[in-house]
């Protein structure tokens, strides 16, 4: 590996090297490339070397010396590894500029399939020239990553016509999600949006035990930050990394045991309500007496009846919490669902194709009061007649399955 700068344009350039870790397989499985640079001796930041460059030719020319000074310099392994490498946009403008990089890490003797080309996810706003660059690549065999993904406004009809490799979630979503239950609800479900487009996620920034929780509990795949370990020219290997990333295991094991045995509980007992509401409105007991013991079990948000067109029969039966919040003037608009059709919901539909069976939905945002919930319903006959009892209950945390 040779560590000797490079001399470009009055800089010195040098590469150190981050690992990227995947939680599941417990072991590094890429490195990103981390350009250093200086002039006259000062350190500068990679946007501050590119800004010394007034052409964007001058800037794709640094972009090909960075790359060059990057792979030359990739510390070896044992195991297969992706190198993660930043691609400047002046380097994506047109088909020349393209060939040039694939050429610059062909020339370090780099198969196209172990490396991952990262593009800035603010550049996707761009025009066509970029996609088609992208495409460009991607037939040579490259890997291509999104970085920085939620930085500003958010292109996510480009990161589809894209269809990115990867996506690299930047640190500032991770921060929001630390202190912000509903931000964490966001982050898990913006994991599942990337794993539905065909993209794996790389959780960026981590740098504290509970950054490693909020990823673990976010169901992102890879992870980096200055916590896993922090870049050099001979990074930390897995022997140091993977007893730090375990010992964060454990503790979410030991946390998501504790609250699946008291949400399992819970979920049992709100069953038990359910079937024996469900019994009473057989009986032909009136809904309010029916509903009772429903509307006494936590977490709890309201009852309701469907016909067999999913219509809803009356209103809702609140309990006292949910009714002092519908009350309020901001959910007015909302508050009385009578005759409203839920006949598209999952809940409805799962209880009527198969009546007498208890479902419980996953989790979505409730129209009544914008809160998370899950909906228990069967579909019970009530004179003679098919009707869909329904359950609304907060929903538990991001990444618990409570289907069990």
């Known amino acids: 590996m040779n560590q000797a700068p490079t001399e470009h344009a009055g800089l010195a350039l040098n590469a150190h090297f981050q690992p990227i870790y995947s939680l599941a397989h417990r072991r590094t499985v890429g490195v ?16 501050q070397a590119f800004a010394r460059m007034e052409q964007p030719e001058a800037c794709h020319q640094l972009d090909l010396a960075m790359l060059r000074t990057h792979v030359a310099q990739v510390p070896a392994s044992d195991s ?46 761009g025009d066509d020239v970029l996609q088609q660059s992208i495409r460009q690549l991607r037939k040579q065999g490259f890997l291509i990553a999104v970085d920085d993904f ?14 990115p490799d990867l996506v690299k979630f930047d640190r500032q979503l991770l921060r929001q999600a630390s202190g912000n239950p509903r931000l964490r609800n966001l982050l898990y479900r913006l994991v599942h949006l990337m794993h539905e487009s065909g993209a794996l996620v790389v959780q960026e920034g981590i740098e504290t035990e509970g950054d490693v929780l909020v990823a673990l509990e976010s169901g992102c795949d890879l992870v980096q930050g200055d916590y896993v370990a922090r870049p050099g020219l001979a990074p930390d290997g ?34 038990q309500s359910f079937v024996q509401s469900a019994i009473l409105l057989m009986q032909n007991t009136p809904f309010d ?18 016909d067999s067109e999913g219509r809803q029969i009356g209103r809702n039966l609140n309990t006292r919490q949910t009714a002092s919040q519908t009350a309020q003037p901001k959910f007015a608009p909302l508050a009385d669902t009578t005759g409203a059709v839920w006949s598209r ?51 538990p945390s991001p990444g618990l399955n409570m289907a069990g």
């Open 289 to 306: 007496e029916a509903a009772r013991p429903m509307l006494s079990m936590p977490n709890v948000l309201r009852c309701f009846l469907l």
């Open 80 to 125: 297969p590894r992706w190198l993660f490498l930043n691609v400047h946009p002046a380097s994506l403008t047109s088909p020349e500029h393209v060939e040039r990089v694939a050429k610059a890490i062909a020339d370090a003797g780099l198969a196209p399939q172990s490396v991952v080309l990262e593009v800035q996810e603010h550049a996707l706003g």
């Open 150 to 163: 939620g930085v500003g406004h958010s292109h996510l009809d480009r990161i589809c016509e894209m269809e």
């Open 238 to 271: 897995d022997e140091l990394i993977t007893p730090r990333i375990d010992a964060r295991w454990d503790e979410l094991m030991v946390r998501d045991l504790l609250r699946r045995k008291i949400t399992r509980r819970q979920l049992e007992l709100a069953r």
């Open 345 to 395: 919901r999952a809940y409805f539909q799962h209880a009527i194709d198969q009546p007498g069976v208890l479902y419980m939905s996953e989790p979505y945002l409730s129209m009544t009061d914008t809160r998370t919930c899950v909906t228990l319903s069967m579909a019970i006959e009530i004179d003679e007649s098919m009707h869909v009892l329904c359950t609304d209950m907060l929903a």
């Open 32 to 47: 990103e490339a981390l350009l250093r640079a200086k002039h006259a001796g000062k350190p500068l930041m990679p946007e």
